[in-house]
C-alpha cells in the first residue's frame, strides 16, 4: 500500500510542475519548478570542442550542489539525478563532494520552459549533465560486487556477431547488448558499468536504458555505445570496462584502468590481493599489483580473476 501511495504521490508531483526529490528513507520532497526561478539566479559559463572550435555558452542558474545542502534531506551513499525520458546519472558521495553543479533555467539569454530546467556539471562532458530533471534519489549505495571473472574484451567479441547497420542505427558495425548481456548474467535485470578510456563511468540498466541498444565497433577499434532509449549526447565513447553483474569484460590494451575503477565501484583491494591468470594451458597466480607493473603478462590469457 505504502509503494502505490509513493507511486501515485510522485506522478501528482510530476503532474504539479514540479521536481521530486527522494531522500534515503523513501520520503517524497517536492520543489515546484516556479521556486527556482525566483531564487536570484547567477551567470556562468562552459566551453566545448566542435570541429577544433571552442564554443563557448552562457547559463543562468543557481549553484545546485550548495541548494542541496541547505535543504538539510539527509546524508546518502550516492545520488541518482532522473530526467524526464529516463535518463540517469549518478554519483557516490565522494564523487558529488568534489562536483560543482549548477541548475540552469536559460541558455546563451533563452529561457527555458519551466519544466526544462537543466542539471549542468562545467567540469564535466556534456553526456553527465540531465536535461528536463525530473527526479532526484537520495540513496544507500547498492554494492557493485568484484566481478567472479574478467574476461578479455576483444576476444569474447571476437565469438559475437558483428551486424552492419543494426537498426534503427546506420552506417555502423556493432554489437547487440540484447545478444551479448544473456552470456554475462541470466538475471532478467541486469545492473551494467561501463567505463571509457578517459575514466568516466555510468550504471545503467537492462533492459530499461539498454534494450536495443548497440556496441558500436569503430574503425579504430574502439567500443562505443548507442542506445535508442537513452539521448545520443549521453552515449558513452571508448569503453574499455563493462560490467555486467559478476562478469566483466576489459579491454587489456588498457588493464591499469583496474585501479581507478575498484575505487570508483569501492572494491576492497588491498597489497594482498591476488589475481589468478587462466590461459589456455595453465594456470598462474601472483600478487594483483605485481600483475598490473607487468602488463605483458595479460598476453594470451583467457581469463582471470581476482581475490581480495
Known sequence: MRYIFC?????????????????????????????????????????KEVDREIIETTW??????????????????????????????????????TLSSWLAYSEDGKVFPHEQLRLIFPHLRSQYWV????EIHLENRKEIPLPGKFIPMQDFFADQNLIENP????????????DFLSLLSDKPIKEIVLYSKDGLIQN?????????????????????LKSPQIPGGMWMKDIVYLQCDEHA??????????????????WDLGPQSTIRLSYPAEVESMIFADALGEPMIFEGVRDFRITP
Request: proline share 3%; hydrophobic share 45%.
Open 7 to 47: 507511486i501515485l504521490l510522485l506522478l501528482f508531483a510530476i503532474q504539479a510542475a514540479a521536481i521530486v526529490i527522494v531522500d534515503n528513507e523513501g520520503i517524497y520532497h517536492q520543489y515546484p519548478y516556479e521556486s527556482f526561478f525566483r531564487i536570484q539566479g547567477r551567470d556562468f559559463t562552459t566551453t
Open 60 to 97: 543562468k542558474g543557481i549553484l545546485f550542489d550548495t541548494w542541496l545542502k541547505e535543504q538539510k534531506l539527509g546524508d546518502f551513499q550516492r545520488i541518482r539525478f532522473v530526467s524526464s525520458d529516463r535518463y540517469e546519472v549518478v554519483f557516490n558521495h565522494a564523487e558529488w563532494d
Open 131 to 134: 536535461r528536463d530533471l525530473i
Open 167 to 178: 537498426k534503427p542505427f546506420e552506417r555502423i558495425k556493432g554489437y547487440r547488448f540484447d
Open 204 to 224: 545503467l540498466i537492462y533492459p530499461a536504458q539498454l534494450s536495443g541498444a548497440v556496441l558500436e565497433l569503430s574503425q579504430s577499434g574502439s567500443y562505443n
Open 249 to 266: 569484460i576489459i579491454d587489456l590494451r588498457y588493464i591499469s584502468i583496474l585501479v581507478p575503477v575498484s575505487k570508483a565501484l569501492e
